[in-house]
């Protein structure tokens, strides 16, 4: 719902927006309790958590409502920006969620989101800029569809991937810049691994996230991409873009020998999974096209059970050297 003090056809037009998603995702008509969004936020982690992993098993109990609220933050901001399907009404609805997170930090928090996460940002003394750039990236979303090189897309992830990263940190107590660099470099090559594994998926959405120059230099088009066929020169092409972000994995390991036990089994984790992406793409040939690359349940399970065994003993953890050998 909207207030009385804007107009008729701003209302209409969030109505409309909010038509397209979750009745739960609207706002409120008053303010729940903590416990009540507390609840909320937890309830939304536990039912996509496959989909997007920031709530951790591993991490201690105090802990994970503060998770649980980072992630529907940043669950509700996506949806609002890929899930209205309307270009004009999400960022309508962005708009209003930023206004929401001025409110939560002016002590006015209403939507079950923001109570929730009015009490992390106290706790954990959270800065507005990261929840902040996450919308500028949804934003991003809804207008721009090509980037002409890497940089370019690296700057699409600074605002995407690297602030969840600094969120995690920020709840766990670290906040300096050493961190947040090494931090930085694997939601970077996270985001990268993604957008290599769904240029498939992508495609039909309008969306390529491969740079334009690097296509340009080996000599794809999109018509190849259109076409799903990957021919020699797109496998070329994917393998030089894997290499890429796999180097961005390595410059980000550092973080995992420089936090506490608990995070260090999920940034484990996080690396592991994002290299057996790369992995996956590599043995299909680079061919992203024909089908999408997967990680099966028992290689994820071997993942996990390597990470939470670094956790006891930290030489099994992922490291530089191990990258070549880990699954």
């Not at 109570?115 to 809804?142: G, K």
Request: glycine letters at 4%; charged letters at 25%.
């Amino acid at each position: 719902m909207t207030t009385a003090t804007q107009p008729a056809d701003q209302e209409a037009l969030l109505e409309r927006a909010w038509a397209a998603l979750p009745a739960s995702y609207r706002m409120p008509q008053t303010a729940p309790t903590l416990e009540q969004a507390r609840a909320w936020c937890r309830q939304l982690a536990e039912s996509h958590y496959e989909n997007f992993h920031v709530a951790s098993w591993f991490l201690p109990k105090a802990l994970r409502p503060h998770f649980h609220a980072i992630y529907a933050y940043c669950r509700v901001s996506d949806d609002l920006g890929d899930e209205v399907g309307d270009t004009t009404l999400s960022l309508a609805l962005l708009d209003l969620w930023e206004r929401e997170l001025d409110a939560c930090y002016a002590g006015r928090a209403r939507h079950p989101v923001f109570v929730a996460l009015a009490e992390t940002i106290r706790a954990c003394s959270i800065p507005r800029e990261p929840f902040a750039d996450l919308l500028v990236a949804f934003r991003q979303d809804q207008t721009v569809t090509r980037y002409q090189n890497m940089q370019q897309l690296l700057d699409y992830c600074r605002y995407s991937a690297n602030p969840v990263g600094r969120l995690v940190l920020y709840a766990c107590g670290y906040a300096d810049e050493e961190r947040f660099r090494f931090s930085d470099a694997t939601c970077s090559a996270l985001q990268l691994a993604n957008f290599w594994q769904d240029v498939r998926v992508d495609y039909p959405k309008g969306r390529i996230y491969l740079p334009q120059d690097d296509m340009q230099r080996f000599g794809v088009t999109e018509q190849t991409i259109a076409s799903g066929v990957a021919t020699p020169e797109f496998r070329a092409l994917l393998q030089y873009e894997v290499d890429f972000a796999r180097n961005l994995f390595l410059e980000g390991l550092p973080l995992i020998g420089r936090v506490d036990r608990d995070l260090a089994v999920d940034l484990d984790l996080f690396s592991r999974g994002g290299l057996a992406i790369l992995r996956a793409i590599q043995q299909q040939n680079y061919d992203v096209l024909s089908a999408r690359p997967a990680i099966s349940k028992r290689t994820k399970l071997a993942l996990a059970m390597r990470a939470v065994s670094g956790k006891a003993l930290p030489f099994l953890r992922l490291s530089t050297a191990s990258t070549g050998k880990a699954a």
